[in-house]
């Protein structure tokens, strides 16, 4: 009986929605992520976690452009510990395909900066760099200004510097490119809607 409940009141739910993706409307999109590795063997772990909110104007109907923020804190066995920041500029596209129900592709620049920290005399490092990416995914209205997003998919392509302090500095470039559908790695968020339409 409460599965009964439960289904109906999400179908009921479901049929009040109206997706608030027309011109002149905001976005005001959230997302968190962690994760916790062990390694066998004695290989350690790694902690990591994920915020990244973002805020749209839809510039038409169904599509967007924005600003957009992440921090993400990462700790090593062993006590290193990497903070980054990201923040740049997106589009989005939205494409209907069932009630309430959309997909979307979002190209974005990112500019990153960020920090390595170790626990003993090794300098800490710097890090810089920019980041292009174009992820796709899933949004579900569940009302008129709540939304349900789901990210799988990301192609990334950046350019990332470490430069290390000290007496001894040091500088090494390193370029990345990344391809994947990894549910390991994968965003869910929640997105509020304002507008008058």
């Not at 968190?32 to 063997?41: D, K, L, S, T």
Request: hydrophobic share 35%.
């Amino acid at each position: 009986m409460k599965k009964q409940l439960f289904t109906l009141a999400l179908l009921f739910v479901g049929a009040m929605a109206n997706a608030q993706i027309s011109k002149g409307n905001f976005q005001i999109t959230g997302a968190v992520n962690g994760a916790y590795v062990e390694f066998v063997n004695g290989g350690g772990d790694i902690r990591n976690y994920n915020i990244s909110p973002q805020v749209g104007y839809f510039v038409g109907n169904n599509t967007s452009i924005g600003l957009i923020t992440s921090y993400t804190s990462t700790d090593r066995s062993g006590g290193i510990t990497t903070k980054q920041f990201n923040y740049g500029i997106y589009a989005r596209f939205h494409k209907s395909i069932a009630d309430n129900l959309y997909m979307y592709l979002q190209p974005a620049f990112n500019l990153v900066s960020g920090e390595w920290n170790y626990p003993d005399a090794t300098p800490d490092s710097d890090l810089s760099g920019y980041n292009i990416s174009v992820g796709g995914g899933l949004t579900y209205f569940v009302s008129q200004r709540l939304a349900i997003e789901w990210t799988p998919a990301r192609l990334n392509l950046g350019r990332t510097t470490v430069e290390t302090s000290g007496i001894n500095g040091s500088e090494v470039d390193s370029d990345n490119f990344f391809l994947g559908f990894d549910f390991s790695n994968m965003l869910f968020g929640l997105s509020w809607y304002l507008g008058n339409n």
